[in-house]
């Protein structure tokens, strides 16, 4: 189990809608990962279960959708994922031990965008 590695990737227009559900069908074409997740796949997530890294279940939080063919972290995403690990919809099953990590992943992207994430205001 594990945090995924930061990427720094690009932001997306800070307006831009985020809907989960379209992005993971974005991001499976993108990545070329129709039929099992891969290592592009993978970085449109904070966190994943390395143990069942060849399952779409394994993948937590993600935070990025394709956006005029590059994958870009949405801020919406970013501020949905910071909700989450704080306890928002039921929090995210992860590690307690990898919480931190996960935070501090977020938090990059948080300063980002100027902002202060949840857990530290």
């Not at 972290?73 to 307690?96: C, D, E, L, S």
């Amino acid at each position: 189990m594990t945090v995924t590695q930061f990427r720094d990737l690009p932001l997306a227009d800070r307006d831009r809608e985020w809907d989960a559900a379209e992005a993971e069908r974005r991001v499976r074409s993108w990545a070329k990962a129709e039929d099992a997740p891969n290592a592009k796949y993978r970085e449109a997530h904070i966190w994943y279960d390395s143990d069942n890294a060849d399952e779409f279940g394994g993948y937590k939080l993600p935070i990025a959708d394709v956006v005029n063919g590059t994958l870009k972290v949405v801020p919406r995403a970013i501020m949905a994922a910071g909700g989450v690990v704080q306890g928002a919809r039921g929090g995210v099953k992860i590690p307690k031990d990898e919480v931190d990590r996960v935070k501090a992943h977020l938090a990059k992207y948080y300063a980002k965008l100027g902002e202060t994430p949840p857990w530290e205001r």
